[in-house]
């Protein structure tokens, strides 16, 4: 199969993949490139006929593909149309692929396509574009660690420097080459080799390359022969020149490259067989004609500053573009403002309706101080109440006037702190809970270790403790705000040994306390 097909079998599977990806719309981009599978080896000749229909396709992915859509689009649009000899509308292809390759994921991608920019403007002469292409080409293979496309495209970049005489950055690629030269297959290494005699001819020192080539590169249908046979001549040996054009025609099929009919005349030219000279050298004129009546006929060259030239003018329509999106970006902003201010006085108004909550909820907690405050005052006056137990009590006192006296004669317009001294004072009784039980178990350690070793949790620990200063049960649900009161007693009668008809709990819990 041979690489107008094999690209188009590419196109076709890369745009399935596209399109797998994306929804409704793609129907008919999607019917185009199905339509390219009846583009087999005996159809090759209609590739023309069918580049109106893909490019269609290519229209769909301008308008709904990404970047790395479009660069695929355009890349092998662009191989399509330089296969079928078509370089300019293959350039135009890829100049707008170029667009895209900045933003494109798939560097590897935008490096092949800079690759076939190069080969177009190598093709027509253009060195100082085509070196530039190869250039981007390795940076971006480089950036995508694909080594062996890199070192294919450092080769070629020699290739360019030969041409334009730069013997300075050629060597630079050689080098480069040689440096990672256990890295690169067997073809890249014959390339190299291939490279090199042809810029040693120039210097006499090609035998030495020539027996490294042919040491080294053990597959000959790798071997570049043709050059080999170049260096031949230089070393007016035709004879073997002679024999290697007859491997090159064997391994390399080059009987339609102007090169082979260059070689070979030169080889007869200088065997004295002058006419077998002169019929070479017609067919490498008729070669080297044609080729330069197609470049002169293309307008290739321009493609790329035209197409720059409409880009640039592109820009400017999008910055109009820009300027009126920049006016209806300042009119929703007013919109937003105006959204803001209105969202803002609803806020306020949610906040004063949570201002009166929390002051509904800050008088509740008042109450709840007042209540505990009568309760442990009439606790003090109790006569069974222990001296240790009241002292517990007489600071929790203390701290509940000093906040119920702060918040009376608070007359500010703001007792935010007040309020929040209140509600932590009444949220942290259990700081008061176990306050009392540190005082009972500092001067009744035994009544503590008792409680323990029947079984009590810490939490059954405390609010025997609360029995033991003087607070009834109905006291002691309320002060901790426990609905499942009655279940705990319950169940620290049980540990305690306690039957249904035995003493009061309260009572059973001082008796401990005083032993």
Not at 69 to 85: H, N, P, R, T, V
Not at 209 to 236: F, G, N
Not at 296 to 301: E, G, I, Q
Not at 421 to 439: G, M, N, Q
Request: hydrophobic share 35%.
């Amino acid at each position: 199969m041979d690489r107008r097909i094999t690209t188009t079998l590419a196109v076709v599977f890369t745009a399935l993949t596209i399109l797998s990806c994306n929804s409704s719309g793609k129907s008919e981009a999607y019917g185009i490139l199905l339509e390219m599978e009846d583009y087999m080896p005996e159809r090759t000749e209609s590739v023309a006929d069918i580049m109106e229909e893909i490019e269609k396709a290519v229209r769909y992915f301008e308008r709904n593909g990404d970047a790395d859509e479009k660069l695929k689009m355009y890349y092998y649009c662009g191989c399509i149309k330089q296969d079928s000899g078509d370089d300019e509308g293959a350039m135009e292809m890829l100049v707008k692929g170029e667009s895209c390759a900045e933003k494109c994921k798939d560097k590897s991608l935008a490096g092949r396509l800079y690759e076939a920019k190069m080969e177009i403007n190598r093709k027509i002469h253009n060195y100082s574009q085509a070196i530039s292409d190869a250039q981007n080409a390795i940076d971006l293979y480089f950036a995508a660690e694909d080594q062996a496309r890199y070192f294919d495209a450092i080769n070629k970049l020699a290739i360019l420097y030969h041409s334009v005489n730069d013997s300075q950055r050629f060597i630079g690629c050689l080098k480069t080459l040689k440096e990672k030269w256990d890295q690169l297959s067997e073809k890249q290494k014959s390339d190299c080799y291939a490279i090199w005699i042809n810029w040693s001819c120039q210097y006499d020192a090609q035998e030495g390359v020539l027996k490294d080539y042919i040491t080294e590169i053990k597959d000959s249908s790798l071997i570049m022969w043709s050059s080999i046979a170049y260096a031949h001549i230089w070393m007016d040996k035709p004879e073997l020149a002679i024999r290697d054009l007859e491997n090159a025609l064997k391994y390399n099929d080059i009987k339609k490259d102007a090169s082979y009919y260059y070689v070979i005349a030169s080889a007869y030219e200088k065997l004295g067989d002058s006419k077998k000279a002169l019929s070479a050298y017609k067919n490498y004129i008729e070669i080297t004609d044609e080729i330069d009546m197609q470049i002169f006929d293309s307008d290739t060259k321009f493609v790329e500053e035209r197409l720059k030239n409409e880009l640039e003018l592109l820009k400017s329509e999008r910055a109009k573009e820009r300027m009126h999106l920049i006016g209806i970006i300042i009119i929703l902003s007013a919109g937003i403002v105006i959204y803001l201010i209105r969202k803002k006085l609803l806020v306020r108004t949610a906040e004063k309706k949570q201002l009166e909550i929390e002051k509904e909820r800050f008088e509740q907690l008042y109450s709840d101080a007042i209540a505990e405050r009568d309760a442990l005052t009439k606790m003090i006056d109790d006569s069974n109440v222990k001296d240790e137990a009241k002292i517990v009590i007489w600071e929790r006192l203390k701290i509940l006037n000093n906040v119920i006296i702060s918040h009376i004669t608070d007359s500010s317009s703001d007792n935010k702190k007040a309020y929040q001294k209140l509600e932590a004072l009444v949220a942290d009784r259990e700081t008061f809970i176990e306050s009392t039980r540190l005082t009972i178990e500092g001067n009744s350690p035994k009544f503590i270790v008792a409680l323990k070793e029947k079984g009590l949790t810490d939490e059954e620990i405390n609010i025997c403790c609360l029995y033991v200063i003087g607070m009834k049960g109905k006291d002691i649900k309320t002060y901790t705000n426990q609905s499942r009161h009655y279940i705990q007693s319950g169940e620290i009668r049980h540990k305690l040994g306690l039957m249904e008809n035995d003493t009061n709990l309260s009572i059973h819990l001082k008796n401990m306390f005083d032993r």
